[in-house]
């Protein structure tokens, strides 16, 4: 047990900080893959170095796009370029780091300058136009058919506007087609940071979520920890208290 509860702590130590995501395959939910820190380092140098479709050269890409073009780099390491959040976290530390990976000043993971993954606020503002057909059948004296139809059609005194006979017989009103002018973004600003490797899944059940949250607390102690025991003995007393078989 002692063993296996160390090499699980080695794996989850190893492995990128970033939330998961499942895909479904033939009828079965899989969670992506999560590379280790030494595979996210070699995609993200990778990248660096050889900025497939010029993806390095800007960074108001289409997030799709972005993905594609790095899809040849990502597909040796064995990255899901459907993994949008591992690419985009991938994309900004080769473009953040892009001169230390360059001049070789940056050899490692934990010289990575990475991004925090952060909740952002995002104003938006759109115009509507809706086409509204309005009937209505005003009554006018006049001489003949030609005569009444020129006077409502001129209408100076704007007495045969639809407003004026809404009350009356005849009057009806239509909503037709809506044309947009488009969404228009007009401020981002940032609310707060998430931290990454805290991001549970949906269908998990409150003693799941705790025995993640007390996994997560031991592995924080356990960097500063100077007794092997130390953190042992905490993943005992957490498995303990949740009924969990100690033995295997």
Known sequence: MKNLIKQVLREQSDAVDVPTDSVWKRGV??????PSKTIFFKVVKQIALTNPGGVLNGTGHDLDDRSWEMNAVLKLFGVDNNYLTLTNKIFWASYDNLSGLEDGSINSFDELKLRPLTKWAVEVEESWSEHVHYYWSPVVEAYAEDDAANIVQMDEDGFYQYWEWESEPGFRKEYGDTDSDGKEIMNVKPESFIKESRMLKENESPDENELVDG???IL???KEAHS???WYNDITKLLKRLNIPLKG
């Open 29 to 34: 939910k899989t969670v992506r893959e999560i």
């Open 215 to 217: 996994l997560i607390d």
């Open 220 to 222: 924080d102690k356990q």
């Open 228 to 230: 092997e025991d130390s």
